[in-house]
């Protein structure tokens, strides 16, 4: 059984440009969610993927959008970076959604700079 | 507002004692709350769930409470070991609320050998 990967590892881009980052849920998860984790805080949620469908949503803008594919794998892509969104950049796969109580995997992160 | 808070930013304790780390939260209804460890540069790692029906839970040297009358979970780890050296995350359930998991800002616990 294989444990929840990111890529990149770490990434640096410029004010304004966009990014992509990846996920590869565990073996036979099909719930997504993405977390951004400023230094210091603790993550926080930015949406959830279940079955290739959001599954909800926090309180982040709409250049952050996302994507399940059939495989469970997830992207989180960011247009129009500003230098707040300067932060470590987790995913984490479970089991049927949030809501069934099951516990998260989290991947190692991504830490994302913005120049 | 809403608010999660965790007692203190860093905990520090001699080794064999009993850390307790306390999350409270306000103007939550959780159906269930969670605990995670997290080491520097690592993604957060599930320790325990605790439903709100619940009042205790136990596994290994961890014990978790959780009272929502007072609205606070407490974390314990007995007989604490340097190992034990990490971050610890409280997160509360918002299943009403578009699935969004709220984590507090954690607890930096140091056990001294």
């Known amino acids: 059984e294989t444990g929840v990967t990111q890529s990149p590892t770490h990434l640096i881009k410029t004010r304004g440009q966009q990014v992509t980052l990846r996920c590869s849920s565990q073996s036979g998860h099909n719930t997504v969610s993405w977390y951004q984790q400023a230094l210091g805080q603790g993550p926080q949620f930015i949406f959830q993927?279940?079955?290739?469908?959001?599954?909800g949503r926090g309180n982040f803008p709409p250049r952050f959008s996302g994507l399940q594919f059939p495989n469970y794998s997830s992207e989180l892509n960011v247009n129009a970076l500003e230098l707040d969104d300067s932060a470590l950049y987790l995913c984490?796969?479970?089991?049927?959604?949030?809501?069934?109580?099951?516990?998260?995997?989290f991947g190692p992160g991504t830490r994302l700079t913005v120049l | 507002s809403q608010k999660i808070e965790q007692n203190s930013e860093a905990l520090n304790i001699q080794e064999g004692k009993t850390a307790t780390l306390t999350c409270n939260y306000t103007n939550y209804s959780p159906a269930y709350l969670q605990w995670y460890r997290q080491d520097p540069g690592r993604g957060p790692v599930f320790l325990l769930l605790?439903?709100?029906?619940?009042k205790e839970k136990r596994k290994e040297r961890l014990k978790v409470t959780f009272d929502t009358t007072l609205k606070q979970s407490l974390f314990h780890i007995t007989a604490s070991q340097p190992a034990d050296s990490a971050t610890y995350l409280c997160a509360l359930d918002q299943m009403w609320n578009n699935n969004d998991m709220r984590f507090g800002a954690g607890t930096r616990l140091t056990v001294k050998p």
């Open positions: 984490a796969s479970s089991l049927g959604g949030v809501s069934s109580y099951n516990e998260q995997f």
């Open positions: 605790i439903r709100e029906n619940e």
């Open positions: 993927y279940y079955r290739e469908e959001e599954n």
